[in-house]
């Protein structure tokens, strides 16, 4: 998810120490892609997005499951982090992101789906 220069990324309490990732969810049944991208995003981050586009897919270690990337621009909402699902979400540039090693942001492992999405968006 994506705001001008900047992209959000949340980190969930059981991940290793500075790591960062892309928002992912489920899709509920009887809901589009689309619409899965932008509830799931509402409800961890309070951010309303569109321009959803689909990016990238990746196996996922469940029985039976594929994980979509999606590319979604932010539309409105104010960041509030859904302490349920993550604890902690905030707006990243890419100068953040180039620094990363001397801040202690760590990045998802180089096979998933989210690092190759936000290795994308560096990319542009």
């Given at each position: 998810m994506t705001d001008g220069d900047?992209?959000?990324?949340?980190r969930k309490d059981i991940w290793p120490e500075g790591v960062y990732s892309t928002l992912a969810g489920f899709v509920e049944p009887g809901e589009s892609l689309s619409e899965a991208v932008a509830r799931e995003v509402r409800e961890e981050s309070g951010i309303e997005v569109g321009s959803i586009r689909?990016?990238?897919?990746?196996?996922?270690?469940?029985?039976a499951s594929l994980m979509l990337g999606f590319r979604a621009e932010r539309?409105?909402?104010e960041l509030t982090v859904a302490r349920q699902e993550l604890v902690d979400a905030r707006w990243f540039e890419r100068a953040d992101l180039a620094r990363r090693r001397k801040t202690g942001l760590r990045l998802p492992g180089r096979v998933s789906i989210s690092r190759r999405l936000i290795e994308d968006w560096l990319a542009e």
């Amino acid at each position: 998810m994506t705001d001008g220069d900047r992209c959000l990324l949340g980190r969930k309490d059981i991940w290793p120490e500075g790591v960062y990732s892309t928002l992912a969810g489920f899709v509920e049944p009887g809901e589009s892609l689309s619409e899965a991208v932008a509830r799931e995003v509402r409800e961890e981050s309070g951010i309303e997005v569109g321009s959803i586009r689909y990016r990238s897919s990746q196996p996922w270690p469940f029985p039976a499951s594929l994980m979509l990337g999606f590319r979604a621009e932010r539309v409105g909402g104010e960041l509030t982090v859904a302490r349920q699902e993550l604890v902690d979400a905030r707006w990243f540039e890419r100068a953040d992101l180039a620094r990363r090693r001397k801040t202690g942001l760590r990045l998802p492992g180089r096979v998933s789906i989210s690092r190759r999405l936000i290795e994308d968006w560096l990319a542009e």
